[in-house]
């Protein structure tokens, strides 16, 4: 049983009362469009090519690599639960309820959104639990799921994938291009003049996010802000 309580530098995870480890949040100084650590938001080059969204909010840094002992972030609680639910379902419950705790003591103006919209995959993406080989999963739906359940913000999955496209091996540049009408948006009607809650596992480049902002956009939503478990920077 995964419980989480709220402090001012993390969040504190327990597992049957045990505490497990903290997640913790970047702290200042760090860019308030795409959450860089380090940078100011005037200073911040990463999200110069982003578009669709207003800002990002991530929950802490995320360290993508485990490498060696030596190696940045390799004892770093929250990237350790970030991979895990690459592979176990049962992570997106600690880490989904981090996220709630942030919308309601760390980011208040989350909480007047209307409606969260996972980043979907497309079926042949999607993650196969090793604890259960029979059940898929898409991490962003399945963190949207716990963020809903206890914020009461309603869940929605708005959006589409049209096909698969990995974006691990290939280059900014070819990311960018690889997600041009990669998405896509099912009843339209849902979203006219919502705020838009897009909830993903992790921001790297910030071209999945905006194609999806800019599709939930075109489609009427009113704001679409980003939540995240993880900024990266590997």
């Not at 795409?34 to 110069?48: G, I, K, L, S, Y």
């Not at 360290?63 to 991979?83: C, E, K, M, Q």
């Not at 704001?223 to 920077?233: K, Y």
Request: net charge neutral; proline share 3%.
């Amino acid at each position: 049983m995964w419980q989480c309580t709220y402090s001012q530098d993390g969040i504190e995870v327990y597992s049957y009362r045990t505490l497990k480890g903290r997640y913790l949040f970047i702290q200042d100084p760090y860019c308030r469009k795409c959450a860089c650590p380090n940078v100011t938001t005037d200073e911040c080059r990463w999200h110069q090519e982003s578009y669709g969204f207003e800002r990002v909010y991530a929950m802490g840094a995320y360290y993508p690599s485990r490498g060696s002992p030596t190696a940045v972030g390799w004892y770093d609680f929250l990237s350790n639960h970030i991979r895990g639910l690459k592979s176990y379902l049962g992570y997106a419950t600690p880490l989904g309820l981090g996220l709630s705790l942030c919308v309601q003591n760390r980011f208040k103006e989350l909480r007047e959104m209307d409606v969260i919209v996972p980043v979907p995959k497309f079926r042949t993406e999607l993650k196969q639990d090793k604890n259960n080989p029979d059940t898929t999963y898409n991490q962003a739906t399945e963190l949207s799921k716990v963020i809903s359940d206890n914020t009461g913000i309603h869940y929605l999955e708005a959006l589409r994938k049209t096909r698969a496209q990995g974006m691990k091996h290939l280059s900014l540049d070819e990311k960018w291009l690889a997600v041009k009408g990669l998405y896509e948006v099912g009843d339209v009607n849902c979203l006219s003049s919502n705020r838009i809650l897009l909830v993903d596992d992790v921001y790297t480049s910030g071209a999945t996010v905006s194609e999806c902002s800019a599709v939930l956009n075109q489609a009427g939503a009113g704001i679409v802000n980003v939540l995240v478990a993880g900024r990266d920077v590997g």
